[in-house]
């Protein structure tokens, strides 16, 4: 059976070097037999990569211990899901399941252009073969996921125990898939770039990719923060670890990409800016890969030094010096004739947008690698801890949601005062009223009250165009409300659900906000019996109960929460684990989520055989807020995505019939041209 | 691409805004991290600087006191890691560590992974005592991600 691994993964990299050879050949010779052969080894290496991931689940789920991967991340008595999982536990793994995903993805590209494109197709798939080439380089001679061991264990090492939940079985393949899915706008922006082919044809044709990348992205931000927040009980779910800011800058900077290229498509300017981010981008997700795989710097759960740092280095140096090299080399026709007009215009909103997400993913990066910067100028490792990430992106957070809230209201090109009045006056108004009655709650934090204004102010302005396309519809086609709000929705998915992903964004900053600055917490060591309070709550630890399987034993505390009038809301069951394999204690945290706030309880610590235990309670208002908004994000993309053909036509038709301004076409979603 | 001459003033500004808050808030809130060793060398100058402290658990002399939630070890220095990530070798058990310091962490419960040997990284400052009042101690995640074994 690993043999069949080896041998796949080796005619998997000759068919990816035949790949970029033929379209390469084909394009530039005019000779379409060879992309047809190019696309059909792409097609080829992709069966190759599936023969491996299958050979290596098979093995998980034998529990074949003579493959060394299988003994190091597995284990007899691994929950079936988890031996499933266990394919992305550990380097090699995760690196073929990468290539896996890449392989995927290029196929899917080669489909879809297949007859589109013949101009910068063969180069970008040529591209995207590359980057294939470099992961399966690494499977076949650095860190090979089907080496064997010389003496067969009875036993494998097991899962890392904080790996084992669900989170974590989702959250490596959502990030991975936004990762890798980022690599086919790249490979289309530097195809266009070989080519000359310098138009926004590049852009049109991926940007269902890139919205999928970043609906993926959000998704495995969303996830590893929420496993954060479950498993690791320190009741937080973000600690600006490099591990985490590596997956939060290429978010960062594809949101920016999503942001600017709906000028591009609009006004024909920024065409070196987007050639930048898609590259930024690219390069950030490989970036991401080296410093969680290099050990340069330390992390509190870091990957621990392996030897793929230097190659993965020296790969990202090598792309991100070609890449600007062909930047240079077309920059004489990436001029474009356009201009900027006005402060008062949606691409100057959009401009300062990108400036602020860039400006984010610049501090982030920074106090990433600010100690190993510091090491090499002052001899001295110096490192910036959340202190230094909340200073900085406290106030551009601010800004963002600020522009948020102008972006989708003021006009294209130019906005006038009859205008700008007209759209934001009831927004600022609700932002306003909003503050004073935060303020008058008690709140006397500046920023939080400034923060909580700005939301209140952007769901103005989305509410204000909710109103606005529905009038507007209603209007046309004489619809009752809740129809037309359905349809308006249906029928101009990208506008208005772009609008959905802005609510969520705002909700979800409330959550961060709320419970950034409002978490209370409470350490205690009690006996059976006694009790504790927290905020209105007070807690009463009854006792331990114990459990013991062949893969872990558990203690698991029974705490009675009652609420201020001696009422039992619910009892809670915080505990200890005890993994067997490798021996390690885990911490089950209990929380009780409610919009209003989330009482999440640790076990910290059990002694004097059982009578004492330690608690950690913290009370975060707010938190639930986070997740609430993570899923109406996802749902907005989910609507961005969806394909919308059959009403477009009609709908350009009914308007060019109406009398509307160039503004209220706009409003109901005049086709962006996809 | 081409934007007019005033843009340039706003973007400009932006920049120089984003730039002034990153140096600022580097200048406020770094800390210094390091080794057990380095602490050792450069002892008299860390008085009242937030530091960050790597090394290893050591074994003997562990105090938990559940009821203040104080924890008491010693830090030893990390073994050498040579650039293959592989310890250097040969490093003894049993040779006697040049420094260690003693910490006192009060007011935290004590990490799951906590144990002698462990690799952890201490938050806090130093006393003139050569005591390290400790804010927060963190284990290092062990991980299975790891270098290919020598064969």
Known sequence: MPQLGNLALAIA???????????????????????????????????????????????????DFSLEYVAAYSSTTLPTVYKFTSLWGGQQGSLLFWTWLLSIFTSIAAFQNRRRNPEIAPYALAVLAGVAIFFLLMLNFVT??????????????????LLQNYWMAIHPPSLYTGYVSATVPFAFGAAALMTGKLDDGWIRSTRRWAIFSWFFLTLGNMFGARWAYEVLGWGGYWAWDPVENAAFMPWLVMTAYLHSVMIQERKDVLKVWNLSLI??????????????????????????????????????????????????????????PAEFESYLSREAAFLFNNLMLVGIAFAVFWGTIFPVLSEAVRGVKITVGPPFFNRVNGPLALGL???????????????????????????????????????????????????FSLAAFVLGTVLVEFRRGMNARRHMVSEPRAKALVNLVAKNNRRYGGYIIHIGTIVAF?????????????????????????????????????TDTPHLASATARVQVLSADGREITVMSPAKLFFKRPQQPATKVAI?????????VVLAGIDDNGNTATFEVFLTPLVFWLWAGGLMMALGTVIVMWPNVRERAAIATALSRSTTDERELADIGAPGGD | MHIRPRFFIGVGLIAVAIGYLIFNSIRTTSEYYLTVPEVAARQSELGGQAIRVAGRVKPGDIGWDPNTLTLKFEI???????????????????????????????????????????DVIVEGKIGADGTIAATQVMTSCPSKYRPKQAQ
């Open chain 1, 510 to 546: 409330v959550g961060i906000v709320g419970s950034s600055f409002f978490r209370t917490e409470v350490k205690k060591s009690v006996h059976a019996g006694d009790s504790f309070s927290i905020g209105s709550y007070t807690l009463r630890f009854q006792g331990l109960d114990a």
């Open chain 2, 76 to 118: 030893g220095p990390l073994p050498e890691v040579g650039a293959d990530g592989e310890p250097v070798k040969p490093v003894s058990s049993v040779a006697a560590d040049p420094v260690s310091f003693r910490v006192v962490a009060a007011g935290e419960p004590k990490p799951d992974m906590f144990a002698p040997g462990r």
């Open chain 1, 279 to 336: 590259g930024l981008a690219f390069g950030l997700t490989l970036f991401g890969t080296f410093i969680t795989r290099s050990g340069v710097i330390s992390s509190v759960h870091s990957f621990t030094q392996s030897g793929l740092g230097p190659y993965f280095l020296s790969f990202l140096i090598t792309v991100t010096l070609a890449y600007s090299a062909l930047l240079i080399f077309r920059s004489k026709q990436l001029r474009s």
């Open chain 1, 592 to 600: 009780r989520s409610t919009p209003a706030s989330d009482l999440y």
């Open chain 1, 13 to 63: 990299l000759i068919l990816a070097v035949y790949s970029i050879v033929a379209n390469i050949y084909g394009a530039r010779r005019n000779a379409p037999d060879f992309i047809v052969s190019a696309r059909h080894a792409l097609w080829a290496m992709c069966a190759m990569v599936t023969i491996a991931v299958v050979v290596l689940w098979i093995s998980l789920l034998r529990s």
């Open chain 1, 144 to 161: 090979r996921p089907f080496d064997l061991l010389a003496t067969v264990p009875a036993e494998g090492s097991d899962l890392n125990p």
């Open chain 1, 401 to 451: 949601v600020f522009l948020m809230g102008i972006g989708p209201l003021i006009a294209w090109r130019r906005t006038t005062a009859d205008n700008l009045v007209r759209s934001f006056a009831a927004p600022v108004i609700i932002g306003v009223a909003t503050g004073i009655v935060a303020a008058a709650a008690g709140v006397r934090i500046w920023y939080v009250l400034t923060a």
